[in-house]
């Protein structure tokens, strides 16, 4: 079982800056695909960015490409989310997603946290 603790969200004005975090309890963190995911109030649930389990392939939903960066550290079991440029509409509660095998824009990830909110005010 799989365990993810995201962190790092708040209140940021417009063109403001955040990093997340996402934790996870595995001991097999670097064999896992690891994803963030957001849905604003209202909204299904929208891809934002996955990256490969050895860090070398990143892959990015286009309405965050440019401004957002995925990345991880395998030696600490956490991977982070870099966003820049936040805007208004980025406001939504974020979630960090693992798989094994799944990797893509796709929300099949066997494992999800509990989300962390982000709200970016104009």
């Known amino acids: 079982q799989v365990q993810l603790v995201e962190s790092g969200g708040g209140l940021v004005q417009a063109g403001g800056s955040l990093r997340l975090s996402c934790a996870a309890s595995a001991r097999t963190f670097s064999s896992l695909h690891m994803g963030w995911f957001r849905q604003a109030p209202g909204k299904e649930r929208e891809f934002v960015a996955v990256i490969m389990w050895g860090g070398t392939r990143t892959y990015y939903g286009d309405s965050v490409k440019g401004r957002f960066t995925i990345s991880r550290d395998n030696t600490k079991n956490t991977e982070y989310l870099q966003m820049n440029s936040l805007k208004p509409e980025d406001t939504a509660v974020y979630y960090c997603?693992?798989?094994?095998?799944?990797?893509?824009?796709?929300?099949?990830?066997?494992?999800w946290g509990q989300g962390t909110q982000v709200t970016v005010s104009s």
């Open positions: 997603a693992a798989d094994v095998s799944h990797f893509g824009p796709q929300p099949a990830y066997r494992y």
